[in-house]
């Protein structure tokens, strides 16, 4: 029994091959390649050739799902479920207990070796990974199971990427990111709280489509998507060059837009496409485009580590909206101090006349006996 | 103790007369520049202030942003040339009268860092660049104090200090680049090319436009020459290029030194002086015992 995902009919749903084609090209140009691409994308899907996806759910809140699924652009929720072969996933199927195991095993014998794996959640280690179980078997059976046979494994979200909240000291649970389970197989990180679907989407595309991954960074993230920081793309980075800043939050700096780093923005550490690539496709809707500072959700060493409202360093600070003046301010030597270095000299001076004196006086064959206190009034 | 304080102070000061009594060397010839030096022309009229040269010199040369100026630390702002900073872009405003002014090596035809260099660390080098060698660099700082520009900038803060100024990106030229400031400017403000033709390009600036430019091109003389020119609408004293004259800055000290040491002559007497007191005074000595 084949699962069926729960979607309109294409010819009876509200969008048109239009849309399909809008749709296709706004996730080639997620991931950084043009028109081109969103056809070969239009093409494999009308082909039927669409990729089966098995979504897997461990210590997570759905977030991602919702972020993927709840786009204000008209059925987008539609349009992701015919770009892809959505085959397993906990939230959206409307099967239950066996039937939809039955249907998990069904997918991943049909597809072995070539579907794609998503793993939302982190995986629990301590005591056997009994902290999150589903049908019997603990979330770390689950991935090596479905994880292991997959062409390409794709961890969405922060907690699969790395963590994520569940790991947030002290990490009861021994929460960790797939690839800590995945050991030496090839796994996507697209972190984010929640992650930006349309990174998700370019990359299953990707491999649909070329059967290629996109390039990665040093932690396995795709480099469209994370090779810069936040700041280095915010649209309130002029205000950080001129050195205008929210100090508090409300305060006329903060009604004016200014830049958020005072409140404790991690924009200048962390690595992701958020200020290009707003959340369901209202321009505007992250958090910095909310009046929010960054909490640096993608980065591993800095969300649910470092404070809200703890200011990071700038990771490549670059010149600021000011000059240098014609001639640099110089250091001006007070009087006192140069009454001081002279009474010092003075008496050094004093010193060493005085003991030059008494060596000459020395070297005479018979020197008189000078008073004492001619000789003791060196600093005088 | 067979010198006596009396015997000292004499010797001294007839070396120092020896010293004091030999003539500057006649006036040397000003140095022309070589015929295949290189350089770069800055026209301050056309910088508008974006930093991006600082930003690529900082790439090309990997040098570590300079934040210790700025509020926070926040920025890269050297607020002049530094160890962490070959070029800065600088600014003049007085009034409504505003110019932007690139601050970096000037390649001087007759380089005072090079004249006061004692092992020939910082030398004219190919094309004319005034080039460092760090492994014949003793950390004397003596150009620091030489150069006219404040140029070259000494390490203080490392345990194995060098001497950082700009080499017209020697590197990148090496590679068939040119130096990465004139490669990025977005307007061409500063241009790298051949010193000639840099001098007759700037010369030609001024013709076509006059009251554009204050009629006159920097380093074509001044200081004896430098293969960086500059054009401005603002006099040069004002946006830090100070009136040097036609003489090479390090001609006055280098012919005081030069004369000192001519033919070994003055050194040689003032040892002699020295040996004839002390062979005086051991005499002396001898027969007072």
């Known amino acids: ?380 | 103790m067979g010198i006596t304080r009396r015997a000292a102070l004499q010797a001294m000061l007839t070396a120092g007369a020896s010293a004091a009594g030999v003539r500057p060397a006649a006036a040397a010839v000003v140095p022309a520049p070589p015929a295949d030096a290189l350089g770069l022309l800055y026209d301050a009229t056309l910088c508008i202030g974006c930093k991006t040269c600082t930003v690529a010199c900082r790439d090309a040369n990997g040098l570590e942003p300079d934040t210790t100026a700025s509020p926070d630390r926040l920025y890269n702002a050297p607020v002049d040339l530094s160890p962490r900073a070959k070029t800065v872009i600088k600014l003049y405003a007085k009034g409504a009268v505003r110019s932007y002014v690139k601050a970096q090596c000037m390649h001087c035809v007759d380089p005072a860092c090079a004249s006061g260099c004692m092992l020939g660390a910082l030398r004219k080098r190919e094309h004319g660049i005034v080039t460092y060698d760090p492994d014949l660099c003793i950390g004397c700082r003596y150009c620091e104090v030489a150069c006219p520009f404040g140029v070259p900038k000494f390490e203080f803060a490392k345990a194995a200090p060098k001497i950082v100024k700009c080499e017209l990106c020697r590197e990148r030229l090496a590679s068939g680049k040119e130096p990465a400031c004139t490669e990025v400017c977005p307007r061409n403000a500063v241009v790298f090319g051949r010193r000639a033709e840099l001098l007759t390009e700037a010369k030609r600036r001024i013709a076509e436009t006059p009251g554009r430019y204050v009629p006159k091109v920097y380093g074509e003389t001044d200081g004896g020459g430098t293969q960086v020119l500059y054009l401005s609408h603002v006099p040069f004293d004002t946006i830090g290029l100070p009136a040097l004259g036609d003489e090479p800055a390090p001609q006055l000290s280098r012919s005081i030194q030069h004369g000192v040491y001519r033919g070994f002559v003055a050194p040689a007497a003032l040892y002699a002086a020295l040996g004839i007191v002390m062979v005086r005074n051991r005499r002396r000595d001898d027969s007072a015992r």
Not at chain 1, 230 to 251: N, V
Not at chain 1, 301 to 321: G, K, N, S, Y
Not at chain 1, 325 to 342: D, E, K, L, N
Request: proline share 8%; aromatic share 8%; hydrophobic share 35%.
């Open chain 1, 1 to 380: 029994m084949t699962f069926q995902c729960p979607h309109p009919d294409r010819e009876s749903g509200s969008f048109s091959r239009r849309d399909f084609v809008r749709l296709c090209t706004m996730a080639a140009a997620a991931i950084g390649l043009g028109p081109a691409a969103a056809e070969r994308f239009v093409e494999a899907a009308e082909r039927g050739a669409k990729p089966s996806v098995i979504w897997l759910q461990f210590q997570e809140c759905t977030g991602c799902t919702e972020s993927l699924l709840r786009t204000s652009h008209p059925a987008v929720d539609d349009l992701i479920l015919d770009l892809i072969s959505l085959d397993y996933h906990e939230t959206l199927f409307a099967a239950a207990g066996h039937q939809a195991e039955a249907a998990l095993r069904q997918a991943m014998r049909a597809n072995a070796g070539k579907y794609v794996c998503v793993v939302e959640g982190a995986i629990p280690t301590k005591e056997n990974g009994i902290y999150c179980m589903i049908g019997g078997r603990t979330a770390l059976d689950i991935l090596k199971d479905v994880g292991g046979q997959a062409g390409a494994v794709i961890a969405i979200g922060s907690c699969a990427s790395w963590g994520g909240v569940p790991s947030a000291d002290p990490n009861p649970t021994g929460a960790v990111g797939a690839h800590e389970i995945l050991r030496g197989k090839a796994v996507v990180n697209i972190p984010g709280c929640p992650a930006n679907p349309y990174n998700f989407l370019g990359t299953v595309l990707q491999y649909a489509t070329y059967g290629t991954l996109p390039a990665l960074d040093s932690d396995n993230r795709p480099k469209f998507a994370y090779g810069q920081t936040i700041h280095e793309q915010c649209p309130r980075r002029a205000h950080f060059d001129a050195g205008r800043f929210a100090q508090r939050y409300g305060d006329e700096g903060h009604r004016n837009g200014y830049c958020l780093y005072k409140l404790g923005c991690k924009g200048p550490v962390t690595h992701a496409n958020c200020s290009v690539q707003h959340f369901g496709e209202v321009d505007g809707a992250w958090p910095i485009g909310l009046g929010h500072p960054c909490f640096g959700c993608t980065e591993q060493r800095i969300a649910f580590r470092v404070p809200l409202h703890t200011t990071v360093d700038i990771e490549r600070p670059m010149p600021p909206d000011t000059y240098a003046p014609i001639h640099a301010a110089q250091g001006r030597v007070s009087p006192v101090a140069t009454g001081v270095a002279g009474a010092i000299l003075g008496g050094l001076a004093g010193a060493g006349f005085m003991a030059s004196k008494k060596l000459s006086d020395d070297s005479r064959p018979s020197p008189p006996p000078a008073p004492a206190a001619e000789r003791t009034d060196a600093e005088a």
